[in-house]
């Protein structure tokens, strides 16, 4: 995990809570992938997931409630120098 300091600042948030947060999803995901699992985000909801048949979609295991965004996960350093991601209209 990388933790964006000044990102966190900026936003209002303390870093080391973010840090927290962070390192609890890093776990919940690697346990997640320990099991064959896979994690997804997209359409405001986020799933567990199974890949078992290449020629069908993956099987959804779970539903999880909270916001979840999903997009190609990249970013980029804006003209002030703070990391961020895709814009959404």
Known sequence: MILYDDECRKA????????AVA?????A??????????VFGGMG???LRYRDDDSKGPLILADMSGLWDGGDGGF???DEGF????YHI
Request: net charge negative; proline share 3%; hydrophobic share 25%.
């Open 12 to 19: 209002g948030t303390d870093p080391k809570k973010v840090a």
């Open 23 to 27: 390192q609890r999803l890093e776990r």
């Open 29 to 38: 995901v690697k346990d997640a992938n320990q099991l064959g699992l896979e």
């Open 45 to 47: 909801g986020g799933t």
């Open 76 to 78: 980029i350093e804006d």
């Open 83 to 86: 990391n961020r991601g895709e």
